[in-house]
């Protein structure tokens, strides 16, 4: 007997993982699969941007302590969106991502 082809797979997760990404989904009006899809996304952004694996695990680090940390009554995402917007504003944000993708080609050049 053949399965019939799907657009969707089952996969197991963590379950701290998906109660995660279902508090995250609540204030945006995603469901969990969809938050989960949305991470995923990102991740694929900041490795085709050029962010290295420390830069990376340095920023989720630094957010789980934000996260853990919080003792105001704000909601966390919005505090999360204004370190984003400051860093935009400010051209940080841009100027971290060049800085990481030149320095990666300049690995890659050495490398070869």
């Not at 399965?3 to 995660?20: D, E, M």
């Not at 938050?35 to 991740?43: F, N, P, S």
Request: hydrophobic share 45%; proline share 4%; glycine share 4%.
């Amino acid at each position: 007997m053949s399965a019939s082809p799907s657009s969707f797979a089952s996969v197991k997760l963590p379950a701290g993982l998906v109660t995660q990404a279902r508090e995250a989904a609540t204030p945006m009006r995603r469901s969990v699969a969809g938050q989960i899809e949305y991470w995923a996304t990102l991740g694929r952004i900041a490795e085709a941007s050029g962010l290295t694996i420390t830069e990376a695990r340095e920023a989720i680090a630094l957010y789980d302590v934000r996260q853990t940390t919080t003792l105001s009554a704000a909601d966390p995402l919005d505090a999360i969106e204004a370190d984003f917007v400051a860093a935009e504003s400010t051209g940080r944000l841009a100027q971290a991502v060049r800085q990481t993708v030149q320095s990666n080609r300049r690995q890659v050049v050495k490398a070869a």
